[in-house]
């Protein structure tokens, strides 16, 4: 219960101080640190003897002298038949392959070339009559009076009296469309009565020949 007591002291400096460290510049410190780096003594082994006998090796026994040795030593080289080499027979060299031409086909002799037609000349337009010139001088002068690029205005009223004959125009045209489309009736309706008076007149002429023949055979 010792830490109880410690808390009950009022004053810190009577309080239990743990002891300082050791100096580094101290001698026993460096004989500390040297005592621990110390390594242990290798202890000793005994001696044991190995009871194997030794063996010699003997190498002309084991290895066989190689064939030919002692001739290269000597210097003694036998030459072995040299082989028959037969002399070059002279080759004729190829003859040259003619390239094959193929047959052309001949073709007939071009005919001369002919002169082209010469091309009409034109006559120059003071060659045209001064009537002609009349005519086109009109419609040049008439081109050069024309204002080009100016606004046309109208009047209202005048717009409405255009307007107003437009529209007297096209019911003309329809009335008259219609009077056309009843004439091409009347002219159908004619020609249907028509042809039923010639088909008439016809049987009616067929009847009358027929009676004149059996008038005739009786006489």
Same mark, same amino acid.
């Given at each position: 219960? !010792?830490?109880?007591?410690?808390?009950?002291?009022? /004053?810190? /400096?009577?309080?239990?101080?743990?002891?300082?460290?050791?100096?580094?510049?101290?001698?026993? *410190?460096?004989?500390?640190?040297? !005592?621990?780096?110390?390594?242990?003594?290798?202890?000793?082994?005994? $001696?044991?003897?190995?009871?194997? @006998?030794?063996?010699?090796? /003997?190498?002309?026994?084991?290895? @066989?002298?190689?064939?030919?040795?002692?001739?290269?030593?000597?210097?003694?080289? %036998?030459?072995?038949?040299?082989?028959?080499?037969? %002399?070059?027979?002279?080759?004729?060299? @190829?003859?040259?392959?003619?390239?094959?031409?193929?047959?052309?086909?001949?073709? @007939?002799?071009?005919?001369?070339?002919?002169?082209?037609?010469?091309?009409?000349?034109?006559?120059?337009? /003071?060659?045209?009559?001064?009537?002609?010139?009349?005519?086109?001088?009109?419609?040049?002068?008439?081109?050069? $009076?024309?204002? %080009?690029?100016?606004?046309?205005?109208?009047?209202?009223?005048? *717009?409405?009296?255009? =307007?107003?004959?437009?529209?007297?125009?096209?019911?003309? =045209?329809?009335?008259?469309?219609? %009077?056309?489309?009843?004439?091409?009736?009347?002219?159908?309706?004619?020609?249907?009565? *028509?042809?039923?008076?010639?088909?008439?007149?016809?049987?009616?002429? !067929?009847?009358?020949? *027929?009676?004149?023949?059996?008038?005739?055979? $009786?006489?």
């Amino acid at each position: 219960m !010792k830490f109880l007591k410690r808390e009950k002291k009022s /004053d810190f /400096d009577e309080l239990d101080l743990p002891p300082a460290p050791p100096s580094l510049d101290t001698e026993e *410190f460096g004989a500390d640190f040297d !005592k621990g780096m110390e390594l242990p003594e290798i202890p000793d082994f005994p $001696e044991e003897k190995i009871s194997a @006998p030794e063996q010699k090796f /003997d190498w002309e026994k084991e290895m @066989p002298a190689e064939q030919g040795i002692e001739e290269l030593q000597q210097g003694n080289f %036998a030459a072995g038949p040299m082989p028959h080499i037969s %002399a070059p027979s002279a080759t004729v060299p @190829p003859e040259p392959v003619q390239p094959i031409k193929p047959d052309m086909p001949s073709f @007939p002799a071009m005919a001369p070339e002919q002169p082209a037609p010469e091309s009409p000349r034109f006559t120059p337009l /003071d060659d045209y009559p001064k009537m002609e010139r009349r005519l086109f001088a009109q419609e040049k002068r008439a081109l050069k $009076e024309r204002p %080009a690029g100016k606004a046309i205005y109208v009047k209202v009223d005048k *717009f409405k009296a255009a =307007l107003g004959s437009i529209n007297v125009v096209r019911s003309d =045209l329809r009335k008259s469309e219609d %009077a056309l489309m009843k004439l091409e009736n009347i002219k159908n309706s004619k020609d249907r009565s *028509f042809d039923r008076i010639r088909n008439s007149l016809d049987d009616l002429q !067929k009847k009358l020949i *027929f009676i004149d023949k059996t008038l005739f055979k $009786e006489d």
